[in-house]
């Protein structure tokens, strides 16, 4: 079992951007993948990125549109999220999550361990 702990969210006015981190507290067979989703207010959990352990296999949800990229340091046991122009639509607690999946699942409940999460507000 891995433990995860997010930071760098915060409150930032739209077209800004922000960089969230994980780190992780070891590298296993469960860290094979690592991925961040986001929960809106009144909405369900959904798949924001992740990334392989390879760090060539990577996933983006549709609503990224190019604006986030994920990259992972295994040397360093952290996930980061780039996040630009964000958008009040953004607005979110950001969680990280592991996965010991041979290919990257989008689904949640493939997603072994999960961080606290961390809070993202965008305004306008």
């Known amino acids: 079992q891995v433990t995860l702990v997010e930071s760098g969210g915060g409150s930032v006015q739209a077209g800004d951007s922000l960089t969230l981190s994980c780190a992780t507290s070891?590298?296993?067979?469960?860290?094979?993948?690592m991925g961040w989703f986001r929960r809106a207010p009144g909405k369900d959990r959904e798949f924001t990125a992740a990334?392989?352990?390879?760090?060539?296999?990577?996933r983006y949800a549709e609503f990224v549109k190019g604006r986030f990229t994920i990259s992972r340091d295994n040397t360093k046991n952290t996930v980061q999220l780039q996040m630009n122009d964000l958008q009040p639509e953004d607005t979110a607690i950001y969680y990280c999550?592991?996965?010991?999946?041979?290919?990257?699942?989008?689904?949640?409940?493939?997603?072994?361990?999960w961080g606290q999460g961390t809070q993202v507000t965008v305004s306008n």
């Open positions: 070891g590298r296993t067979l469960n860290t094979r993948v």
């Open positions: 999550a592991a996965s010991g999946a041979r290919i990257i699942p989008t689904i949640q409940y493939l997603y072994n361990e």
């Open positions: 990334i392989h352990e390879n760090g060539v296999d990577i």
